[in-house]
């Protein structure tokens, strides 16, 4: 049940890579904070029309995770005791984890000049959570709808991790981070299973660690930076929705009896 198949340990260690990487970088030195407020600054290009919005999906997060849960718990009590058990740990090891590590491990040191309090801040776990209860959900979705239920999710998912970046809370660099957590948690309790063909999840990966280091090279317009920090987070998210998304193994099926000799 808890094995680690073919794909999914060499997911979920470049999910951690990922994570730690972004961290290094952003986190850690001057020029990654730089890039991170570049990034974060540029945001109020849409914060008069995003504010409102951005209220809204802070509490979408509770109403996300408590149907998660519950979905997990119902699937579980009908008989698909796995399936629910890894919805409901997803969504609470990724909670608990961003909420660990941003106070007790993973440190803000003041590199460069920020427009938010300096301190410990990656990853945001409340969309680590938000994130986690999307890939939950999309986790105990019917296969036939699996479709378009992953493109359903990447709205939402973006939508949640880049309102706290619109409402001053957090820098993008944690949001990113949040999301990566959560895809790692996904792929590691089995949630997600993805395939070794599944070139989105690498490709996305890699896309939202290299464009924040763009960014901190090239110091390009508030609007370009503004589209940078969207497709870090949308890069991010694809990669974790196409992991969750990936076929899973095939059910056994019981051997047919022979044709009938004429």
């Given at each position: ?9 060499p ?15 952003l986190?850690?030195t ?9 990034i ?18 802070h ?19 009908r ?6 058990v ?34 410990a ?40 991790a880049?309102?706290p ?19 790692f ?26 464009l924040?280091?763009v960014?901190?090279?090239a110091r ?12 870090a ?30």
């Amino acid at each position: 049940m808890w094995t680690l198949r073919s794909g999914r340990l060499p997911a979920a260690v470049l999910l951690l890579v990922a994570f730690v990487l972004l961290y290094a970088v952003l986190v850690r030195t001057r020029v990654g904070q730089r890039a991170d407020e570049d990034i974060y600054t540029s945001a109020a290009l849409g914060r008069d029309h995003l504010l409102g919005l951005a209220g809204r999906l802070h509490d979408l997060v509770r109403v996300l995770a408590v149907a998660a849960v519950a979905a997990g718990l119902i699937v579980a009590v009908r008989g698909q005791r796995a399936a629910g058990v890894r919805a409901v740990a997803v969504v609470g090891l990724s909670g608990v984890s961003a909420e660990a590590l941003k106070h007790l491990v993973l440190g803000r040191p003041d590199l460069a000049p920020t427009s938010l309090p300096v301190g410990a801040s990656y990853p945001s776990a409340r969309v680590a959570v938000g994130a986690a209860a999307v890939l939950a959900l999309l986790s105990l979705a019917p296969a036939a709808r699996r479709g378009l239920s992953a493109a359903l999710a990447v709205v939402v998912v973006v939508l949640v991790a880049y309102a706290p970046v619109v409402s001053f809370a957090h820098r993008p660099s944690d949001v990113v981070g949040a999301v990566l957590l959560a895809g790692f948690w996904a792929v590691l309790v089995g949630a997600a299973t993805p395939t070794a063909g599944n070139a989105l999840l690498p490709s996305g990966v890699l896309v939202s660690v290299l464009l924040p280091g763009v960014v901190a090279w090239a110091r390009p317009p508030a609007e370009l930076a503004y589209a940078a920090g969207l497709l870090a987070v949308l890069s991010a998210t694809v990669a974790v929705v196409a992991a969750t998304v990936s076929p899973r193994d095939p059910t056994p099926r019981s051997p047919q009896p022979p044709y009938p000799q004429r």
